[in-house]
Each structure stands twice: as C-alpha cells, then as structure tokens.
C-alpha cells in the first residue's frame, strides 16, 4: 500500500517561495514517476510538474523556469521548490506517485 503525505504549503507573499515535500510509503518509489498537481478554488486539478524515475523532469508552461521538482530516492521524498510565486498560484497542491497513488495535498496561498 502506498501512502504519501505531503508538507510545507502555507502564506506567502508575491515574489516569495516556498518548498513542497511529499513523502511516499512503500518500497517502490524509487521506480515511480512522481509528479505535482494543484487545483485552484473552482477550478480542476491540473498538472504542475513530473520527475521520471531516471530524473527526467518536465513542467507545466506556467511554472517552467520558476518551479523546480526533484526527488531524493534514500529518502523517499519528491520536493517542488517554488520561487518567483504569484497570486494565480494559489491552491492545494498534490503530490502523484503512477500509476494512480495520491496524496491529501498542501495548501499554498500567494497574497498580493
């Protein structure tokens, strides 16, 4: 059973950054693509961010340049460390083990 728990949304204000955690139970992370969504009040869930298990990386046009995902394997953990935020980056962020394993998600708040 995998279970993954994600941590360190909170306030920020614009142009401030802050740095996702998502740590992953079970024993086959380190084979998993991981990936970051967030969803918007109102809106659907959408696709932030996906790191391969061989660390190939690739970001939404939004958040390219901007947002980095990375993962440390020894420690089961995928991370997105955000910068340059905005008020549009507002909302509950996931972290997604594949194939279909989710966590409860992070809020993240950008004030203006």
């Known amino acids: 059973q995998v279970q993954l728990v994600e941590s360190g949304g909170g306030l920020v204000q614009a142009g401030g950054s802050l740095r996702l955690s998502c740590l992953a139970s079970?024993?086959?992370?380190?084979?998993?693509?991981m990936g970051w969504y967030r969803q918007a009040p109102g809106k659907q869930r959408e696709w932030v961010a996906t790191?391969?298990?061989?660390?190939?990386?690739n970001y939404a046009g939004s958040v390219k340049n901007r947002f980095t995902i990375s993962r440390d394997n020894a420690k089961n953990t995928v991370y997105l460390q955000m910068n340059s935020l905005k008020p549009e980056d507002t909302g509950v962020y996931y972290c997604?083990?594949?194939?279909?394993?989710w966590g409860q998600g992070t809020q993240v708040t950008v004030s203006s």
């Open positions: 997604r083990q594949w194939p279909d394993y």
């Open positions: 079970g024993r086959i992370f380190s084979i998993s693509a």
């Open positions: 790191i391969t298990s061989g660390g190939t990386t």
